[in-house]
């Protein structure tokens, strides 16, 4: 984990991810309350037109039951168990309802609602809740108030909202795995420089390249100029000390020379063992002396001493 967390593409994929599903639980949790207020308010605008199409059909005879004039305009309110009901309640206790209920009446508790008011509630239905809207009227020519009530299944809208989340959820999930990624795609994209300074850097170690290239983004602009800087600080130094290396060799070649000839004209006086003495520990001088300006040559012969 820690060495993932050392990753700038997984840091930077990481908060994408973060971001972008954290947006997309918002943005689903807003349309889906936005589409349950619309399809809700569109659902009971639908019951209060079914309720006024019901006070206006209703008939009721000076001696019978209340009874509608026609079938009402919508069909849905016919078949046995659709969901979708009508009930007209006459203070005698007659009552007139659809033939969705199948012969069950739906409970209309407490009293009526005032003249000129609906009242929504929810009541237990044949096949479940029920979204309940009642009203008093008085039809025309008769002067008695009815107790009319529209109602439809809770469930109906329930399916509908259900759906629609489904729908929802599957299309976010899809935008949210492409914005995913998009976002790889665009950090890769990003971090191409970077991977490019890298490739530089192998090839000035390696001698295929003198310095990094100048044309970078101007966000990484600012490093390989440093990078630079430092590769051409390190030429200057190198340089330097190949020059101070030469300069000590030829400075110390002279006074080996000079003992070289002192042991030589000590060896020529019968002196062999100091001449011996003098002219092993020249030579071994001058070997490392050999061998260190010969690796100085060689360290100058790379590309990062900018030669």
């Not at 807003?30 to 639908?46: G, K």
């Not at 629609?164 to 492409?178: D, E, K, V």
């Not at 101007?218 to 190949?242: G, K």
Request: hydrophobic letters at 45%; proline letters at 6%; a positive charge.
């Amino acid at each position: 984990m820690r060495t993932l967390w050392r990753s700038f593409r997984a840091r930077l994929l990481l908060g994408s991810v973060i971001w972008i599903f954290a947006g997309v639980a918002v943005s689903g949790f807003v349309l889906s309350e936005i589409f349950r207020e619309h399809v809700t308010a569109q659902f009971d605008t639908e019951l209060k037109g079914h309720a006024d199409e019901l006070a206006v059909l209703v008939h009721v005879p000076p001696d019978g039951a209340p009874y509608l004039q026609r079938w009402l305009s919508d069909p849905r309110f016919q078949p046995p168990g659709s969901g979708y009901y009508w009930q007209i309640r006459r203070k005698g206790g007659e009552l007139a309802r659809s033939s969705s209920l199948g012969g069950a009446a739906l409970p209309m508790v407490g009293p009526p609602p005032g003249p000129g008011v609906s009242r929504q509630s929810f009541i237990s239905g044949p096949t479940g809740e029920v979204r309940l809207l009642e009203r008093t009227v008085t039809p025309t020519g008769t002067g008695e108030s009815l107790r009319i009530a529209i109602g439809a299944d809770q469930r109906l809208l329930d399916d509908v909202l259900s759906q629609f989340n489904r729908t929802l959820a599957l299309s976010l999930s899809m935008i949210a795995l492409g914005l995913v990624g998009a976002a790889f795609l665009q950090i890769s994209f990003g971090l191409r420089p970077l991977g490019k300074i890298r490739s530089a850097l192998a090839a000035v170690r390696s001698g295929r390249a003198a310095r990094l290239p100048d044309d970078s983004p101007s966000e990484v602009r600012p490093l390989v100029q440093d990078l630079n800087a430092l590769i051409d600080a390190n030429a200057e130094m190198i340089r330097r000390a190949r020059a101070q290396a030469g300069n000590l060799a030829h400075a110390l070649k002279t006074p080996l020379a000079i003992l070289a000839d002192e042991g030589a004209r000590l060896n020529a006086q019968g002196q062999a063992e100091a001449a011996h003495t003098i002219l092993t520990q020249c030579e071994r001088m001058r070997r490392q002396i050999d061998y260190q300006m010969a690796r100085v040559l060689r360290l100058s012969d790379k590309p990062s001493a900018g030669q």
